[in-house]
């Protein structure tokens, strides 16, 4: 059996046709302009290719309360063609096949849960670090959704005792996605993150930023795996760093088997930028299993 697997984002459109194993078989990328030109490509594209069902992984917000009015809108985004826009009730008219539909970071963090590190485990965080910081949770086995879905990526951090910067989030400034966003280093720092990998400065600061929220995330939600994504995250320095601030900001109050072993614990995400369009398929092997 096939599976269509659709990762809407905010710039482009990963659309792909998978197994069950998540095996990819092929996939094309349509840019994200409007919806009345990216949608028929879409349908195009996915139209003949026989598959079962789809997964939706989309940007943000979306509403992905089935029971909701507005289940498969994109809510109230910055890209002004999409808000208010009924995505799923879109694919849905042109293909009329059952459907999953969850946020992108919910959807990586699935894709990992199944195919991938996280397989067996219940309490799983992925935090992808990009544009914008981003925080797929998964508890108790299930991705966690309640009155939108979390938005983890704004929590209100401290400013670093050596920050002068401001902050980038319209909304709060100095949140995470705010301080810790590729744009934030690019504007504290001048330049683009990945010509700042020689910067020692820069990820020490950067570290710092992550591991505070890490051990906030560690605190109320006991993630027995932390999954580290998104452009940022390339930058394989972070990970020794942010592990030995984990630790120190912890500072010995939990003693668990996991928080022994940093390196099994916090990690990059194990399916190379894949465990998004991996996710969606899994959001279609689910939505079969609903509608059947
Ligand atoms: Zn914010």
Known sequence: MLYGALEAGGTKMVCAVGKEDGTILE????????PEETLPKIIEYFKDKDIASLGVAAFGPVDVNPTSETYGYILDTPKLPWRNYNLLGALREGLHLPMGLDTDVNGSCLGEMTFGCARGLDNVLYLTFGTGVGAGIAIGGQLLHGMLHPEAGHILMPRHPEDTYEGKCPYHKTCLEGMAAGPAIEARWGDKAKNLADRDEVWEMESWYIAQALVNYILTLSPRKIILGGGVMHQEQLFPL?????TEFLNGYLNTKELKDMDSYIVPSSLHDDQGIMGCVELAKRALTVSA
């Open 27 to 34: 996939q094309v990328s349509i840019p994200t302009t409007t």
């Open 242 to 246: 942010i592990r030995s601030k984990v």
